[in-house]
């Protein structure tokens, strides 16, 4: 199944106060924050939540993040973070996203992230086959 | 009414990986964002948002916070911020917390925070009337 | 010797554009941030890092905080964060912070903090001596 | 002059607990704090702090960011942020960065930002040419 095919995963979330500037917009690095958010919510909403992959010595870290910032986001914006698998394949996946204003649609933020499978000792170790099924592919 | 009486206001979060450190629990200065993300969430709720307080001109500006770290909280745990207006009066609101695990129902923070009322150009000024409806007093 | 005479340490920093807020200021919760940058300075400096402290079991955790804002700090403005120990006594140590406007010497923020020494299994227990020597007690 | 031949311009900081994650290393998104702290001492430096050209009327917003991590760095290490000018022409200025580990000289992150200018109104705007003598270019 092509990348292209695969289904977004939409998470809500609200801006808070803390993550906007003195611009009055939401501070640029925290839409990485908000692509975590909804990795996690993948996960945990598939039954194998980030917090056990690190217990069973599973853990991805980020190796790469793009980011394209198309419009600003304000204080208390609803928001809507799409994310879907971009590719997996032996020890790396990749992530895209979609950061949307949950009511008008209008697309604030386009990025990908890439992450590399480390075990407990930080040694690149192929994805597990349930970490594959956690993540829908 | 007595503040004893007031009822508490609810609002559930999970916990970021963003906001933990290295210690694996949820770094202490997070706890005053998540107290921000529960006022938010009160006078959304009412019907009169924090955005539009601010575009009528009326800042709530934090004067003093209080907090007693009980028990830590680590990534993707459930909370629940607990807030209530503990005092309301001329151009002074304080607010009262309870933030728990949400499955556990273990106390993890308490605090508190009070808040001044000032103009757009940072005057203190009387809490409006309208604001006090939206705190729910 | 009273707290009252202990000295003053005194740590500068400059506000990040990553700290301010919407109302143009720095975000609150980050005056907790610049304390901690304040007592990792006291402990790097008197030879006993805070890094090392872990690496030998010992961990400072915050169990109280108080925070006093009186005025606010704008991006790029220059502070000095002003810290020294309150009370130190069996397991429990506490700081006392003066926050400052570097060049005007505006007081912005008064504070303390108190930590709880506990093992690597976040069991209490008491403040060794070599760190009570590297703060400075 | 090609962009290879500009000179980089250090700056260092070190690593504050609060932006240390559960994985006991630096969370990603912080590099994007570390690298804005880098341009604002840029322009500080020569002259034209960020904080004047706001005043004057002239944002560089980011609309563009690529971050590649290489190894990571922990609590307290000392690091220095190398950041140059990558290009900069009409409205559009892109920024280059190292950063290393201060000691070792290991290099930890790679990337770059874009940022266009805009004025007060977040229209779009040629750079001016003070800006342009500020950057260094």
């Given at each position: 199944m092509p990348s292209e095919e695969r289904p977004w995963f939409d998470?809500?979330?609200?801006?808070?106060?803390?993550?906007?500037?003195?611009q009055?917009?939401?501070?640029?690095?925290?839409?990485?924050?908000?692509?975590?958010?909804?990795?996690?919510?993948?996960?945990?909403?598939?039954?194998f939540p980030y917090?056990?992959?690190?217990a069973a010595g599973i853990n991805l870290v980020v190796v790469d993040a793009r980011l394209r910032f198309r419009a600003p986001a304000g204080y208390d914006d609803p928001l809507v973070v799409r994310v879907r698998i971009r590719s997996l394949r032996g020890?790396?996946?990749?992530?895209?996203?979609?950061?949307?204003?949950?009511?008008?649609?209008?697309?604030?933020?386009?990025g990908e992230t890439t992450h590399l499978c480390v075990?407990?000792?930080?040694?690149?170790?192929?994805?597990?086959?349930?970490?594959?099924?956690?993540l829908g592919c």
């Open positions: 998470v809500p979330l609200r801006v808070r106060y803390a993550e906007t500037d003195a009055g917009v939401v501070y640029h690095a925290n839409y990485l924050v908000y692509m975590e958010v909804a990795r996690s919510s993948i996960t945990r909403e598939r039954g917090q056990a992959m690190e020890k790396v996946v990749a992530f895209a996203y979609r950061i949307e204003h949950a009511e008008t649609g209008r697309l604030l933020v386009t075990d407990g000792s930080f040694r690149p170790r192929a994805i597990p086959d349930e970490v594959v099924r956690a």
